[in-house]
């Protein structure tokens, strides 16, 4: 799948009542996604929680994707 049909079947799935973790791990598994395309989803993904995401998760969430790769 490409990230904009992920991103019309997440629009959908949100219209329908799905949890956060539901629509997570949809994006999670789609397979063709790179690790950008993920993360822009999974933004768009906690931007639409309608219960909300406190401010502190959410830059938990973006310090974990900002991580920069050990090298050895």
């Known amino acids: 799948m490409t990230a904009?049909?992920?991103?019309?079947?997440?629009?959908e799935r949100i219209e329908r009542g799905?949890?956060?973790?539901?629509?997570d791990t949809m994006v999670r598994l789609t397979?063709?996604?790179g690790e950008r395309q993920r993360a822009v989803l999974?933004?768009?993904?906690?931007?639409?929680?309608p219960?909300?995401?406190?401010?502190r998760r959410l830059d938990a969430a973006r310090s974990l994707l900002r991580r920069p790769r050990w090298r050895r």
């Open 4 to 11: 904009n049909q992920v991103r019309a079947a997440l629009r």
């Open 18 to 23: 799905a949890t956060v973790e539901e629509l």
């Open 51 to 55: 219960q909300g995401i406190t401010r």
């Open 42 to 49: 999974l933004g768009e993904i906690w931007r639409s929680d």
């Open 31 to 33: 397979h063709g996604l």
